[in-house]
């Protein structure tokens, strides 16, 4: 049903992600098309959101989450880097269809997804096929989790303080990883099941 995938692509997109079992003769052409699809999906959990201030509560984090479970490093880091450049290019897919290079409170934590998105791919990727498994994925998203309010904090004590940017800028968010985490694992468990059943098809 699907084509083979060479060594070498096989290298370069990755296997048992998003990636591997979508490409077929045109590789750089289904990398491109998926990458562009992957920002729009995050331009829409951009939308999803609570307004807090100064850093509103969407659901990125979460599409991040599934991002990294799923895709491989390359492809991951190619959606996030792309829905970077969307938004400061002028096109209206951050929170509440912002746009802009502006210097903002939130500008830290859209740094952060980059690293983030990274370092859950390649840490979850490592988890396939190992013992406790579900475990070193909790692992690899908290770890993500660590690097993206690292970077949103950073940022952000830089205008309101270290104090004030721990208050708003993490302890809101805190009590709705658990269930991110939990749904995120959920998608890829599932979308690695049907996956499989696509390749042995």
Do not use: D
Request: charged share 5%; hydrophobic share 55%; net charge positive.
């Amino acid at each position: 049903m699907f084509n083979q995938l060479n060594k070498r692509q096989q290298k370069h997109f990755g296997t048992n992600t998003l990636a591997a079992p979508l490409l077929q003769a045109n590789t750089a052409v289904q990398f491109v098309a998926m990458t562009l699809l992957g920002s729009v999906v995050l331009a829409a959990s951009a939308q999803v959101q609570v307004p807090l201030l100064p850093v509103p509560m969407t659901m990125q984090p979460f599409a991040i989450m599934v991002l990294g479970l799923v895709c491989h490093w390359r492809l991951a880091m190619a959606v996030t880097v792309t829905y970077l450049a969307e938004g400061w290019a002028g096109l209206p897919v951050f929170a509440g269809f912002s746009s802009g290079i502006a210097i903002t409170h939130t500008t830290g934590y859209l740094l952060g997804f980059v690293p983030q998105v990274v370092l859950i791919s390649v840490l979850a990727q490592r988890c396939i096929g190992k013992p406790y498994e579900p475990l070193r994925q909790i692992g690899a998203l908290l770890a993500g989790q660590l690097v993206l309010y690292s970077c949103g904090v950073a940022w952000l004590s830089t205008l309101v303080g270290l104090k004030t940017a721990l208050v708003v800028g993490v302890f809101p968010f805190l009590p709705t990883v658990p269930f991110k985490m939990a749904f995120a694992l959920m998608i890829a468990r599932s979308y690695r099941r049907l996956s499989s059943a696509i390749q042995r098809g």
